[in-house]
């Protein structure tokens, strides 16, 4: 399984094209984190319910 880091900076629409292809196992991945430049970017939101462990950061936090 590879492990997926997603870098975003708005709505994700990478980030859910890569959910969906795990959904419908297109691709045999796990996201294991996502980053913002945004703190407010609603992919990070997303990423929430995504990621396991709750990996998912700003800049503002990193």
Known sequence: MKKIVVLLSG???NLQAI???RNASSIDA???GVFSNKADAFGLQQAKSAVKNDRTFSS???
């Open 11 to 13: 709505e994700g629409t």
């Open 19 to 21: 959910i969906d292809a």
């Open 30 to 32: 796990e996201i294991v």
């Open 60 to 62: 503002y936090q990193v």
